[in-house]
């Protein structure tokens, strides 16, 4: 326990975030740094990005509500201490990620209804699933829901995202990297606070999984409706827009057609849950494939 206190103690966080990967940035990237001119000057490839940031928000207020309201659900004050941590990065996250809605020209009087028309309705069903248990005070559930699914979902997705826009766009892969490394322990928390909570739960397992299978049927169905949707993709090719041949689980990004994007994506993260769920003690449940 007493490095479980101080790796997710508020001092750390201090230290490690704020005043170490995050200092100097602005809105999570280098002051100076903006959208490139192609992103605002082609209306596919910029509706592509609003789009695109859109499910970033909707998935970052959800984890926004999820871990301020698991605040109060949880059993000790070790937990509640490093949810109010957490509560910070994702407003943040929150923050950011709207900044570049801003950025790419969204004025702030159209926010939530650009946010209403281009959420995908599957990533919405998702977040919902979450929330209720979160709702309902189900500590338990909602760590597992929140710190493991959702954003074991996220850190892979951003990953992904990362490594397309490393070399063509700095600006928003710097956005994401300091994004990544605070998912990154959102992620552990999950893993060593939960792990021993459920082996004085276990009655609560069924649940869990259930909870889990739903939540990755509804991720798998916004992974398929992003990648299906190729109007960006044919975009870059019809004006001769070379991609960038940036690496991602040993594939080169470059040269892959987006149902094998979308087959890799899915893989990656599903691979991430059954890794992370089995420590805890759950059995990854697969979900119908949509
Ligand atoms: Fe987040
Ligand atoms: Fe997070």
Redesign the pocket.
């Known amino acids: 326990m007493a490095d479980f206190l101080s790796a997710y103690s508020i001092q750390t966080w201090l230290e490690s975030c704020p005043q170490g990967y995050l200092e100097g940035t602005l809105y999570g990237h280098a002051p100076g740094e903006e959208e490139i001119p192609l992103l605002r000057e082609n209306s596919v490839l910029h509706e592509d990005a609003i789009r695109t940031t859109v499910q970033l928000v909707v998935g ?1 207020r959800c ?1 926004l509500a999820a871990s301020s309201g698991l605040i109060n659900a949880a059993p000790d004050e070790a937990s509640r201490r490093f949810l109010a941590t957490q509560t910070l ?2 407003a943040r ?1 929150v923050e950011i990620f709207t900044q570049r809605l801003y950025d790419l020209g969204i004025q702030k009087a159209d926010l939530e209804s650009t946010i209403k028309h281009h959420a995908n309705p599957n990533l919405v069903k998702f977040a919902e699933i979450l929330l209720e248990k979160v709702d309902r005070k189900q500590f338990v559930a909602g760590v597992v829901g929140q710190n493991i699914v959702l954003e074991g979902m ?1 850190f892979t997705v951003f990953e992904m995202m990362h490594a397309l826009n490393a070399e063509t766009n700095p600006k928003f892969a710097h956005t994401l990297s300091g ?1 990544i490394a ?2 990154r322990r959102h992620v552990g928390f999950g893993e060593n606070r939960i792990g021993s909570l459920i082996k004085e739960h276990p009655e609560e397992r069924p649940a869990i999984e259930r909870m889990q299978r739903d939540m990755s049927y509804f991720m798998l169905a916004t992974f398929a409706d992003a990648f299906r949707d190729t109007r960006a993709f044919d975009e870059l090719t019809r004006i001769g827009q070379e991609r960038s041949h940036s690496r991602y689980q040993g594939a080169d990004l470059g040269v892959l057609e987006p149902e094998e994007m979308e087959s890799l994506l899915a893989d990656t993260v599903l691979k991430e849950f059954k890794l992370r769920l089995g420590r805890i003690g759950i059995e990854y449940q697969t979900p119908p494939r949509p």
């Open positions: 970052e984890a990065d994702e996250h996220a994004t605070d998912e």
